[in-house]
T-cell receptor, first 116, second 109 residues
Framework: GAVVSQHPSRVICKSGTSVKIECRSL??????MFWYRQFPKQSLMLMAT?????????EQGVEKDKFLINHASLTLSTLTVTSAHPEDSSFYIC????????????FGPGTRLTVT | GIQVEQSPPDLILQEGANSTLRCNFS?????LQWFHQNPWGQLINLFY???GTKQNGRLSATTVATERYSLLYISSSQTTDSGVYFC???????????FGKGTSLLVTP
């Protein structure tokens, strides 16, 4: 149980284009999902928190107009990187917290974005 | 926010050896998780352990909440244990996690 999927696993796009990444909780309902970013050989940094049916809360320094987050249902959150630039290249990881209120979080396998 | 420090930053072991990874945190916590990030980037939940001791096969973890540290023990290490081990705690608000910088473990044959 407690499986989170992400799609795509890796994507290459050209500068100026937009990319959408999906995060799904497969066997539980997620009240809250989180989006993290990880640069090579570094730790995970929180980008935003998304709650089903409400606007995402972004961390300081994260551009909300560039990283659009939609949490449309209790099992799906999407991150859209708009007008991507090479510096947006990174590993993006989502996590989900079970609606039943347990504290443990479960992570997706990540999406590697390369912007050329 | 709560600061999380992990040590050592890097560790090289020969297969079969034991090791202890440490996580210090700057304030009281009600959630602490240990993760293993494999070479493909997947974070695998090892332990949810805000206090006490848990064991799962060759791995065990102990959190002493009053002294603000947690330890992850790996016994009889195997090459498949290689990767980065992260400790993470709840941030002050909400349920997002603050991660330490990780311990990069390489187990050689």
């Amino acid at each position: 149980g407690a499986v989170v999927s992400q799609h795509p696993s890796r994507v290459i796009c050209k500068s100026g284009t937009s990319v959408k990444i999906e995060c799904r909780s497969l066997d539980f309902q997620a009240t809250t999902m989180f989006w993290y970013r990880q640069f090579p050989k570094q730790s995970l940094m929180l980008m935003a928190t998304s709650n089903e049916g409400s606007k995402a809360t972004y961390e300081q320094g994260v551009e909300k107009d560039k990283f659009l987050i939609n949490h449309a249902s209790l099992t799906l959150s999407t991150l859209t990187v708009t007008s991507a630039h090479p510096e947006d290249s990174s590993f993006y990881i989502c996590s989900a917290r079970d609606k039943r209120g347990v504290y443990e979080q479960y992570f997706g396998p990540g999406t590697r974005l390369t912007v050329t | 926010g709560i600061q999380v420090e992990q040590s050592p930053p890097d560790l090289i072991l020969q297969e079969g050896a034991n090791s202890t990874l440490r996580c210090n945190f700057s304030d009281s916590v009600n959630n602490l998780q240990w993760f293993h990030q494999n070479p493909w980037g997947q974070l695998i939940n090892l332990f949810y352990i805000p206090s006490g001791t848990k064991q799962n096969g060759r791995l065990s973890a102990t959190t002493v909440a009053t002294e603000r540290y947690s330890l992850l023990y790996i016994s009889s290490s195997q090459t498949t244990d290689s990767g980065v081990y992260f400790c993470a705690v709840f941030r002050n608000s909400g349920y997002a996690l603050n991660f330490g910088k990780g311990t990069s473990l390489l187990v050689t044959p």
